[in-house]
T-cell receptor, first 114, second 111 residues
Framework: EAGVAQSPRYKIIEKRQSVAFWCNPISGHATLYWYQQILGQGPKLLIQFQNNGVVDDSQLPKDRFSAERLKGVDSTLKIQPAKLEDSAVYLC????????????FGNGTRLTVT | GQQVMQIPQYQHVQEGEDFTTYCNSSTTLSNIQWYKQRPGGHPVFLIQLVKSGEVKKQKRLTFQFGEAKKNSSLHITATQTTDVGTYFCAGDTGTASKLTFGTGTRLQVTL
């Protein structure tokens, strides 16, 4: 099966600019996650979707971050305006509906904010 | 909120030596998953443990879930250079299948 697709792979922006990331999960996977991984740390959940509904966005900085999954398939994550501390790898993951099935991660987008 | 800590943060071993990483959760878990992330790569699922005291083996890797379901360990026997990477545990409290990743243990293996 095709894996989780993410784009772009790399992005360099200046602080206060905006940026968007795109993710297409594995076909048939109802749940989609966006994680932020700062260098040297574990992935931190930003938002979890079940189909096109938000399950958990408790750790999403909503003043600057937004995400959507309008048709329950692909998703976009946006940052506006970006801060220096947003420099990280943004990982998209998906899994089948159902309790605790393994996460399948995309290759991530490495964001550098200067 | 839930916290998942791992120790050690980093370990450097000679090829052929054993390696163990320990994972501790601040709350009781319904299950725990382990992932491996190679340098520059993304996390890849290794295994899931569900039952109290469960032990699972994958070739040279042995995974254990504590009796109280708050801790877990991963032991690698006779490490190889292909084992290099960061190992993360991820705990699920059972609420909407929300996984909290641990802080990770970075393993370096040299000849």
């Amino acid at each position: 099966e095709a894996g989780v697709a993410q784009s772009p792979r790399y992005k360099i922006i200046e602080k206060r600019q905006s940026v968007a990331f795109w993710c297409n999960p594995i076909s048939g996977h109802a749940t989609l996650y966006w994680y932020q991984q700062i260098l040297g740390q574990g992935p931190k959940l930003l938002i979890q979707f079940q189909n096109n509904g938000v399950v958990d966005d408790s750790q999403l900085p909503k003043d600057r971050f937004s995400a959507e999954r309008l048709k329950g398939v692909d998703s976009t994550l946006k940052i506006q305006p970006a801060k220096l501390e947003d420099s990280a790898v943004y990982l998209c993951a998906s899994n089948r509906q159902g309790k605790s099935s393994p996460l399948h991660f995309g290759n991530g987008t490495r964001l550098t904010v200067t | 909120g839930q916290q998942v800590m791992q120790i050690p943060q980093y370990q450097h071993v000679q090829e052929g030596e054993d390696f163990t990483t320990y994972c501790n959760s601040s709350t009781t878990l319904s299950n725990i998953q382990w992932y491996k992330q190679r340098p520059g790569g993304h996390p890849v699922f290794l295994i899931q443990l569900v039952k109290s005291g469960e032990v699972k083996k994958q070739k040279r890797l042995t995974f254990q879930f504590g009796e109280a379901k708050k801790n877990s360990s991963l032991h690698i026997t006779a490490t190889q250079t292909t084992d290099v990477g960061t190992y993360f545990c991820a705990g699920d409290t059972g609420t909407a299948s929300k996984l909290t990743f641990g802080t990770g243990t970075r393993l370096q293996v040299t000849l």
